[in-house]
Nanobody, 124 residues
Framework: QVQLVESGGGSVQAGGSLRLSCAAS????????MAWFRQSPGKERERVAH????????YYADSVKGRFTISQDNAKNTLYLQMNSLKPEDTAMYYC?????????????????WGQGTQVTVSS
C-alpha cells in the first residue's frame, strides 16, 4: 500500500502562486509514476501533470503548460506541484496520485492510489 497526503492548497487571487506538496509513505518503491489530478464540481477528474519516477520525465495538460511545474524529491518521498500565474479556471480539488508498474498516470482509471485532496481556489 502507498499512502499519499497532500498539503499546500488555499485561496489566492488570479496571477498568484501556490505550491502543493504530497508526502508519500508505504511501499513507495513500487511506484511507477505519480501525478496531480484536479476535479471541479460537475466535471470529470482530469490529469494536470505527471512524472515517471525513474527518469523524472514530466508531462503536462495543455491548460497548465508553462505555468505549472511538477517535481519530486526522492529523498523525502515528496511530490510537488508549483502553480504560477493561477487563473480562476484552475479552481478545483487537487489530488495526488500514484500508479505501480502495470498502471499509468495519464487517466484516472489507471491510478492505483489517491490522496484525500486539497482545495485550490483562485479568485478574479
Amino acid at each position: 500500500q502507498v499512502q499519499l497526503v497532500e498539503s499546500g492548497g488555499g485561496s489566492v487571487q488570479a496571477g498568484g502562486s501556490l505550491r502543493l506538496s504530497c508526502a508519500a509513505s508505504g511501499y513507495t518503491s513500487r511506484s511507477y509514476c505519480m501525478a496531480w489530478f484536479r476535479q471541479s464540481p460537475g466535471k470529470e477528474r482530469e490529469r494536470v501533470a505527471h512524472i515517471y519516477i525513474g527518469p523524472s520525465t514530466t508531462y503536462y495538460a495543455d491548460s497548465v503548460k508553462g505555468r505549472f511545474t511538477i517535481s519530486q524529491d526522492n529523498a523525502k518521498n515528496t511530490l510537488y506541484l508549483q502553480m504560477n500565474s493561477l487563473k480562476p479556471e484552475d479552481t478545483a480539488m487537487y489530488y495526488c496520485a500514484a500508479a505501480v508498474y502495470g498502471g499509468g498516470c495519464r487517466q484516472a482509471r489507471e491510478i492505483n492510489y489517491w490522496g484525500q485532496g486539497t482545495q485550490v481556489t483562485v479568485s478574479s
